[in-house]
């Protein structure tokens, strides 16, 4: 089954989205309604995982949440009071049941359930030195070489061997782990991935965002902070660090696309700071237009805030249609050439004779942004002027985020110039570094200790690549010997 959208390759993709509840009867139905409200940070595949106080459940399925858990069959199987769920959008390994999570194994203290948003940046090493150590790998997934870290680990309790794994891990994660003796939830220390806490009656939530807290009832109490590890035991809650502190770098991304707009993330509404971002896209890059339309929907709140410093009028002149289905296959070139607009269609009497400022979130390979400048031509406009809601990606991200190898980015391969005659626009603007961090609040970016994670722009990594660096220098010297042969 396809489930990733032909035309939705010119997006940095979501991640994955994770979902906990323990202490509430019939947990399973809460984790599929909070599924539900992450869906937009993964659509290839869902999953739950379930305990009854004696037997771990599970239901794994490629696709959606709806149609795989609006079941009452499926619902009443996954019995028992605790619970965590998972949707996903693969990062690593290939699009295969056996890598949907929450993965889930028998170790010597019991059942062991994890799932994971984030990306492990030296999970090939690790697996490397394991698979030499005799741990036999039953998916592709990186989030698997938790678990045999776990399970070979020489210390005692399994809260401790669960943090001897985590401190050989290096990359991005944020956990929900379920085991007999109850649920864990963190973040690695440097918070790259978001997670949040609430509660509803006696009933401990875990969520990637606030917005699925919202969906079930539940009241946000606060963020899991980063290198906290929250433990739920028997109705309790107690919290540990047992990482060295560091001066967090949650991902920056977050606000400008991957959470939903009527989220909070450290204390920052999406919607806001992508109103703000607009704004301030404004004051950096004006231009003398008629409309300013948003490339639907991820463009809408900053196209609001550019509109609203500019004073030109904010107008839908790009319709999307939300029917499009995601099996859908390209037969031709033609087809293929035709197929943005079975997702988006201009307005054609409004647009036509005007001069028009289009607001999206980002370019990565620019295909999209070139389909959608023709169409604006197809439909009359007069000039057409893109304005991006972040600065140029020139970098992949290793942190979970599935971005194509860097000789695939249009602002790694070309200049300002270069990406304004590929995608034939009149001109051509993104926010600058210092306006993204003015948006959120602080004065520029602070250059040697910036407060997010913003590699996909800067090239400035916050963790060591373990894997990456290994596997460069492999392909370094394939091509030294190339060119000795």
């Not at 993965?103 to 984030?118: D, K, T, V």
């Not at 030109?312 to 002149?317: Q, T």
């Not at 000039?383 to 190898?405: K, N, Q």
């Not at 913003?454 to 220098?473: I, K, M, R, V």
Request: charged share 20%; proline share 4%; hydrophobic share 40%.
């Amino acid at each position: 089954m396809l489930t990733t959208h032909p035309f939705d390759d010119d997006h940095l993709h979501e991640e994955c989205g994770i979902f906990g509840a323990s202490g509430s009867e019939g947990a399973a139905a809460l984790v599929a309604l909070g599924l539900h409200a992450l869906q937009h940070r993964g659509q290839e595949a869902a999953g739950i995982t379930s305990f009854d106080g004696h037997v771990f459940h599970t239901h794994r399925a490629m696709g959606h949440v709806a149609g795989n858990f609006d079941r009452d069959d499926v619902i009443r199987a996954l019995a028992g009071d605790v619970a965590c769920g998972h949707v996903r959008y693969s990062t690593t390994g290939e699009t295969a049941l056996r890598n949907v999570q929450p993965l889930y194994a028998e170790l010597q203290s019991g059942g062991f359930a994890i799932a994971h948003n984030g990306n492990i940046s030296n999970a090939m090493r690790l697996r490397r030195e394991l698979v030499r150590r005799g741990s036999i790998f039953q998916s592709t997934s990186d989030t698997e070489t938790i678990i045999h870290l776990v399970a070979t680990s020489q210390y005692r309790t399994l809260l401790d061997k669960f943090i001897d794994a985590l401190k050989q891990v290096e990359g991005a994660y944020a956990l929900i782990v379920m085991t007999p003796d109850g649920m864990i939830a963190c973040r690695d220390p440097l918070g790259i991935r978001p997670l949040v806490m609430g509660k509803l009656g006696e009933t401990y939530i875990f969520a990637s965002e606030t917005v699925a807290l919202d969906v079930v009832g539940a009241t946000f109490e606060r963020s899991v902070e980063p290198g906290e590890l929250v433990i739920v035991q028997n109705g309790e809650l107690r919290s540990i660090r047992p990482f060295e502190e560091v001066a967090p770098r949650p991902c920056i991304f977050e606000w400008v696309y991957f959470s939903r707009p009527d989220s909070i993330v450290d204390d920052h509404s999406i919607y806001s700071v992508r109103k703000n971002i607009g704004a301030q896209l404004a004051i950096e890059a004006p231009v003398d237009a008629d409309l300013v339309i948003p490339v639907p929907d991820s463009g809408v709140p900053a196209a609001i805030g550019y509109a609203q410093e500019s004073g030109i009028p904010f107008e839908l002149g790009i319709i999307r249609s939300h029917y499009v289905g995601r099996t859908f296959i390209q037969p031709g070139d033609k087809v293929r050439h035709l197929g943005v607009k079975l997702k988006h269609n201009a307005n054609r009497a409004l647009i036509q004779g005007k001069k028009v400022v289009l607001i999206d979130d980002s370019i990565v390979r620019g295909t999209t942004s070139l389909k959608i400048v023709q169409m604006m031509r197809e439909a009359g406009a007069a000039e057409v002027h893109m304005r991006i809601a972040s600065p140029p990606t020139r970098h992949s991200c290793f942190y979970g985020v599935d971005t194509p190898e860097r000789a695939k980015l249009l602002a790694a391969k070309l200049d300002l110039g270069g990406m304004t005659d590929f995608i034939h626009a009149d001109s051509l603007s993104f926010v600058s570094i210092d306006g993204l961090y003015k948006a959120l609040g602080e004065a520029q970016r602070a250059e040697g200790r910036p407060r997010y994670c913003d590699a996909c722009f800067t090239g400035d990594y916050p963790t060591t690549l373990t894997d990456h660096d290994e596997s460069s220098a492999v392909d370094q010297f394939a091509m030294l010997a190339e060119r000795v042969n």
